[in-house]
Each structure stands twice: as C-alpha cells, then as structure tokens.
C-alpha cells in the first residue's frame, strides 16, 4: 500500500526488466477501482486505449525507452473506503517498429451508427 493525501500527485514508474535494448513500452490502459477484484463496475478510467480520461493525468520524460512514469491526482470513490486499487495495460514492443501499438497513441474508438 502507499498512503497519499487526496488530490496530491501520484507518481508512477513502470519498468520493463529485459537485456534486450530495443524494447520499448507503452501505456494503453489504466483504471482505478474502489476493489482489487473488480476493474468493470464501479471503475474509473485514467488511461483507455492509450488516450487520458484523467485531466489530471500527465506523462514524464524517461531516458531509457523500457521506462515510463506518469502522474495523476490521488481521489477518493464517493461512499466508498478509502482504498483505490489501480490495474494498468502494457504494451511492449520493438523500437522503432512505427507500425507497432506503442506509435499508434490514442487510438479514439469510433461510434457506429444505429440503424432504424
């Protein structure tokens, strides 16, 4: 557990341990839930298909491409405990593979029509 006042700035490092130096991640999903066992219901995206749902949500400079940090304002769920679990997706991929999920960003899902 890591206790931080609400509305302060969480600060996150995800590391991809590899000998391999071509790798690279990529953030594609990050949601916040009030339980660790359930990320659907009642869940909070900060992160989703590699886009911020989080205003408060910012990236950070790296020197290494297996490492990436992020930050975003620690909150509370209403009428819940005060316990925030967070699930995140990574993606790893080659460096320098600009057909890869990692250059790919925010991919914004369109919305299909309905038809009568």
Known sequence: PYRVGINQNLFLEASLHSSDPSLQ???????????????TTKSYPIIENGCAKDPTY?????????TLRFKFNAFQ???????VYLQCELVVCRAYDYSSRCYQGCLQRSK????S
């Open 77 to 83: 769920f209403i009428q819940s405990n005060p316990e």
């Open 58 to 66: 910012a990236t950070y400079y790296s020197p290494f491409r297996h």
């Open 25 to 39: 991640l990529f953030l594609d999903t990050c949601v916040a839930s009030p339980t660790r066992h359930n990320f």
């Open 112 to 115: 299909r029509e309905a038809s």
